[in-house]
Each structure stands twice: as structure tokens, then as C-alpha cells.
């Protein structure tokens, strides 16, 4: 389990919703580089992937794309879906991810 404690891990600089997902998906991908899933037969992808690209607009942009396993009982669960994803593994939150 990656464990959080959101009093005091989350950088308090974070203010939008926007900035606590690329918080959240910026500090998995960096505490499970090479995690992976078989999206189909032969398709093996990262678990978590980030990038920066230039979009046609030429806004600079981040890509997030998450893989996050999902307990089977989530079809008849009353909890809300985020609370039906798996840990992708057990580490801790690196240090240069809660400070400012």
C-alpha cells in the first residue's frame, strides 16, 4: 500500500484539483517506474505514464495516463469508485514530493 498522509505529505502550495492529480500521478510514476499491466494479448503498458509534449495549439502540456486496478465487487459496491482501486505497490512518498 502506498500510504498518505494528506495533513502533512501533500505539499501545501497544491490549491486545484488540477494540481493534486499531476501531484498524485507525477509521484507514482515516480515510486513505480516500471510497473505494468497487460492491456490485451500482446499489449504490455505502464501502469502510470507521464510526459511533457507540445499540443497544436503550442501550449505546453502534461499527459497523465494511469492504470490503476479495480476490486471486481465495484459493480454492486455502494462506495464511490475511488474506493475500489488497488495500491499499485507498497512504498513510501518520496521526500521531494512533500515539501513546496
Known sequence: MTALNIATQIPNSIVTLEQLVAWGALTLS?????????????????????????????????????????????????RKLWMSVDELGSGNIPASFTSN
Not at 497487460?38 to 494511469?66: D, H, K, N, P, Y
Open 30 to 78: 515516480r515510486m513505480y517506474p516500471d510497473k505494468s499491466v497487460l492491456e490485451s494479448e500482446t499489449v504490455r503498458e505502464l501502469s502510470v505514464q507521464t510526459g511533457i509534449f507540445t499540443s497544436a495549439e503550442e501550449t505546453t502540456q502534461l499527459l497523465l495516463r494511469l492504470s490503476l486496478k479495480l476490486d471486481p465487487a465495484y459493480i454492486t459496491d455502494t
